[in-house]
């Protein structure tokens, strides 16, 4: 069945960075785009970034444009997220997702938080 497992979350202080890995089975992931999403307590799931299937479209949501970068290794069925110059806005469950034909598949997710 479709598994996503997350990793790379953690505790980081302001300014700092983290790498978040995503890794895919289950499926052919190389033939969708994948994303990352976030959920903070107490607010709706966003998005935060998506790369298509040959990693030649991506997006970002206005509040990481410059600070995060998405990438994935389809040899490897992963899919990355950098984050860096994280502030005190950015701590949150990040997801992992892959849209499979109008079905959505989440990852467990992995906890990011910052703080000084």
């Known amino acids: 069945q479709v598994q996503l497992v997350e990793s790379g979350g953690g505790l980081v202080q302001p300014g700092g960075s983290l790498r978040l890995s995503c890794a895919a089975s289950?499926?052919?992931?190389?033939?969708?785009?994948l994303s990352w999403f976030r959920q903070a307590p107490g607010k709706e799931r966003e998005m935060v970034a998506v790369i298509g299937s040959s990693s030649s479209i991506v997006e970002y949501a206005d509040f990481v444009k410059g600070r995060f970068t998405i990438s994935r290794d389809n040899a490897k069925e992963t899919v990355s997220l950098q984050m860096n110059s994280l502030t005190p806005e950015d701590p949150a469950v990040y997801y992992c997702?892959?849209?499979?034909?109008?079905?959505?598949?989440w990852g467990q997710g992995t906890p990011v938080t910052v703080s000084s």
């Open positions: 997702n892959v849209d499979r034909f109008g079905s959505p598949y």
């Open positions: 289950g499926f052919t992931s190389d033939y969708f785009p």
